[in-house]
């Protein structure tokens, strides 16, 4: 699977739109890229997939750039709650059993 | 909304013992998973299981380590002698292959606390 790169941490005000950054250079043509987060001490939570169209779905949107090699999650308007790590993970998608590698992800701090 | 649930929440053993942790992942999903996450480091892949098999499996992933499926809808994690490195939280996980093996649904995690 390919490396992702990810800022340590980042803040954001509440209500304000959050924008985290990727960077995946090494991604291949049939690798996704996942996102996921952590609250404190929780189990990590699935946010949204792509593999080279925009998505969006009731937690966020993804975009991804035309030559794949980042990706940018978007939280529309952040909330307290949404305080977390967030983890940006490129795997190829296949039928299934395969692992999750998780990095250290982005610590996104949302103040009042 | 459907949710992977785990017991128990928090799991205290001293060393040598065995402990199972147990978890109950989304009815109609197919893919089981374990993930580890020692306090203050990455979540770590453990093993994925479909089928009644074992269909991948971490370093960590050792002799000490067995997973089941019991029954039709509990999926469990026993390590038969624990050590004081196994305290760590535990997180079930559960993937349906209709939305993408990727797309993993994890538990609250049992944290395990090895004297």
């Known amino acids: 699977d390919a490396k992702t790169t990810q800022p340590t941490s980042m803040d954001c005000a509440e209500g304000r739109a959050a924008n985290l950054p990727c960077n995946h250079s090494t991604i291949s043509g049939n690798e996704y890229v996942y996102w996921y987060r952590q609250i404190h001490s929780q189990g990590p939570q699935y946010i949204i997939h792509g593999l080279k169209n925009n998505e969006t779905n009731e937690m966020a949107s993804l975009i991804i750039t035309e030559d794949r090699k980042s990706s940018t999650l978007i939280l529309p308007h952040a909330t307290l709650r949404d305080t977390a790590v967030y983890y940006c993970i490129v795997r190829v998608e296949v039928g299934g059993g395969n692992k999750l590698t998780f990095g250290t992800g982005t610590q996104l701090k949302v103040e009042l | 909304e459907p949710e992977v649930t785990q017991t128990p929440s928090h799991q205290v053993t001293q060393m040598g013992q065995e402990v199972i942790l147990r978890c109950v992942p989304i009815?109609?999903?197919?893919?089981f998973y374990w993930y580890r996450q020692i306090l203050g480091q990455k979540v770590e892949f453990l093993v994925s299981?479909?089928?009644?098999?074992?269909?991948?499996k971490s370093e960590i992933f050792d002799d000490q380590f067995s997973v089941e499926r019991p029954d039709g809808s509990n999926f469990t994690l026993k390590i038969r002698s624990t050590k004081l490195e196994d305290s760590a939280m535990y997180f079930c996980?559960?993937?349906?292959?209709?939305?993408?093996?990727?797309?993993?649904?994890f538990g609250p995690g049992t944290r395990l606390t090895v004297l």
């Open positions: 299981f479909y089928n009644n098999e074992i269909s991948e």
């Open positions: 009815s109609n999903h197919l893919y």
């Open positions: 996980a559960s993937s349906d292959p209709g939305t993408g093996a990727g797309s993993q649904y």
